[in-house]
Nanobody
Framework: QVQLVESGGGLVQAGGSLRLSCAAS????????IGWFRQAPGKEREFVAQ????????AYTDSVKGRFTISRDNAKKTAYLQMNSLKVEDTAVYYC???????????????????WGQGTQVSVSS
């Protein structure tokens, strides 16, 4: 198992930027694909981005492609989500999760992620 803790959320104006971090402990970090998900009030949790264990197999949902960048530093056991050009619609609680396999050519289903962080709030104002 791996334990995950998100940080970096906050309040930002539309058009601004935030960088979320996902710090891991426990099982070797590079052995997992990391996913970012978000959940807005009254809505279902949705996939945002994923990155393979070696920093490969990167994928994004269409609504954030070109604005968000997922990355990881395995030496620091930390994954990141750089969010630029933020929109009000991006407001949500953001979660990171670890899943298997560590290398895949497709977006993993939610059930493949079995370790989750507690979430961090991102609020974008107009």
């Amino acid at each position: 198992q791996v334990q995950l803790v998100e940080s970096g959320g906050g309040l930002v104006q539309a058009g601004g930027s935030l960088r979320l971090s996902c710090a891991a402990s426990g099982r070797t970090f590079s052995g997992y694909t990391i996913g970012w998900f978000r959940q807005a009030p009254g809505k279902e949790r949705e996939f945002v981005a994923q990155i393979g264990g070696g920093g490969d197999t990167i994928a994004y949902t269409d609504s954030v492609k070109g604005r968000f960048t997922i990355s990881r530093d395995n030496a620091k056991k930390t994954a990141y989500l750089q969010m630029n050009s933020l929109k009000v619609e991006d407001t949500a609680v953001y979660y990171c999760a670890a899943g298997s396999p560590r290398h895949t050519t497709v977006i993993l289903p939610r059930r493949a992620f079995d370790s989750w962080g507690q979430g961090t709030q991102v609020s974008v104002s107009s």
